[in-house]
């Protein structure tokens, strides 16, 4: 089977639109290829517009999927159902999807597909701290459980699938960086006030909480020019703002930042900080490593994989004192460290992270897929 005659169904939600775009765009001039894109009718991340611009754009098939109502709903079964015969009317010989996780869905792709076609792209393995649903957690095992073909993020989250789900086809291919477009903001000057980035949903077991104490004690204890900049939202905000005691430490933007000002965003600040209490992979980590943004992150496998400490980044011990000192250091740091850091930074990224390599990973996949019997 050449490869342009691979007919490849890919299934996203607009949660992940952002990585799959560079995937999508390469996907397309190698394998005959249908998107179907799935937004909210309500509070979606992208428009039909953002949909038909990049698809126009790229030259993409797509079908577009609106979904309405909550999960449990009954229109979300009429949704699945659609959407399960749009996806069957295309007669694919590889179903790419990032969206199995709702009952109707699951039990009628069950009676519906093929599983052998079927490649599952799992971006949790684990769920985060102080997550609790017993119905989606009803609805993973049960995937796991039909399903043969899983994508995996990381190598971390691949040897933990791996050791509770054995006997399956597991494939890993990282996610593709975040490119958002360019900036014309210079760099600023850190011996001036040292900058530092909270970016992302504002949930519980991100540890935001921990990195809002950290910066109250580096202020009592004398450290001045420093600057935490807080951009994103979510339920767990209302009880770190209550942290918060010195104003003039933060830059807050407490809301959702669209995707045309992260480039100047990341640009504006020397390091992002990810003091996450647990971790399956991170979207502001690849976005940092698109800008050439040195991390301070907490010491997790998922973490460790990507950041090698003291030369592409920093790990911290997750504690509040072992935060303070990787902070302290990062403060203190001369010009030509920094410059060290973020040469070391580049030269990973091209070597880790080329999208070309990326695809030949997909090409791998798609292609084992399709010869398992």
């Given at each position: 089977m050449n490869k342009e005659d691979i007919k490849v169904a890919y299934i996203s939600p607009d949660c992940f639109f952002d990585?799959?775009?560079?995937?999508?765009?390469?996907?397309?001039?190698?394998?005959?290829?249908?998107?179907?894109?799935?937004?909210?009718?309500?509070?979606?991340?992208?428009?039909?517009?953002?949909?038909?611009?990049?698809?126009?754009?790229?030259?993409?098939?797509?079908?577009?999927?609106?979904?309405?109502?909550?999960?449990?709903?009954?229109?979300?079964?009429?949704?699945?159902?659609?959407?399960?015969?749009?996806?069957?009317?295309?007669?694919?010989?590889?179903?790419?999807?990032?969206?199995?996780?709702?009952?109707?869905?699951?039990?009628?792709a069950i009676l519906m597909l093929p599983r052998n076609k079927i490649i599952y792209a799992i971006h949790d393995v684990s769920n985060h701290?102080?997550?609790?649903?017993?119905?989606?957690?009803?609805?993973?095992?049960?995937?796991?459980?039909?399903?043969?073909n899983f994508h995996l993020f990381s190598n971390t989250q691949k040897d933990i699938f791996e050791s509770n789900h054995r006997n399956k086809n597991c494939f890993y291919a990282p996610l593709a960086l975040k490119d958002?477009?360019?900036?014309?903001?210079?760099?600023?000057?850190?011996?001036s006030t040292c900058k530092f980035l909270f970016f992302g949903g504002i949930t519980?077991?991100?540890?935001?909480?921990?990195?809002?104490?950290?910066?109250?004690e580096l202020y009592k204890e004398g450290y001045k020019n420093i600057l935490l900049t807080?951009?994103?939202?979510?339920?767990?905000?209302?009880?770190?703002?209550?942290?918060?005691?010195?104003?003039?430490?933060?830059?807050?933007?407490?809301?959702?930042?669209?995707?045309?000002?992260?480039?100047?965003l990341y640009n504006s600040n020397h390091f992002l900080v990810l003091p996450y209490r647990d971790v399956t992979q991170s979207g502001p980590l690849m976005i940092a490593f698109n800008y050439n943004l040195p991390t301070i992150a907490a010491d997790h496998p998922g973490f460790r994989e990507y950041i090698n400490n003291n030369e592409t980044g920093f790990l911290f011990y997750n504690d509040l004192h072992s935060l303070k000192e990787v902070l302290y250091e990062c403060y203190s740091m001369d010009e030509i460290t920094y410059n060290r850091l973020k040469y070391n930074l580049e030269r990973y990224v091209e070597t880790s992270f080329n999208i070309q390599t990326i695809i030949r990973r997909y090409d791998d996949m798609f292609h084992k897929v399709i010869n398992i019997k």
């Open positions: 990585v799959d775009f560079p995937i999508l765009t390469q996907l397309n001039t190698k394998y005959d290829l249908t998107w179907f894109p799935i937004i909210g009718d309500t509070n979606s991340r992208y428009s039909k517009d953002d949909v038909n611009h990049f698809t126009n754009k790229n030259n993409i098939k797509f079908n577009l999927q609106i979904r309405k109502g909550r999960r449990r709903d009954l229109k979300q079964l009429i949704f699945s159902y659609k959407l399960l015969c749009d996806i069957k009317k295309n007669k694919p010989d590889i179903i790419y999807t990032e969206y199995l996780n709702d009952i109707y869905l699951i039990i009628l701290t102080n997550f609790s649903s017993t119905a989606l957690n009803f609805v993973k095992r049960l995937t796991c459980a039909y399903l043969k958002f477009g360019k900036s014309d903001i210079k760099i600023p000057d850190k011996n519980e077991y991100k540890g935001l909480d921990i990195l809002i104490n950290a910066f109250e807080i951009a994103g939202n979510g339920k767990h905000w209302e009880t770190c703002k209550k942290l918060i005691k010195t104003n003039n430490l933060y830059q807050l933007k407490i809301e959702f930042i669209p995707d045309n000002l992260i480039p100047d």
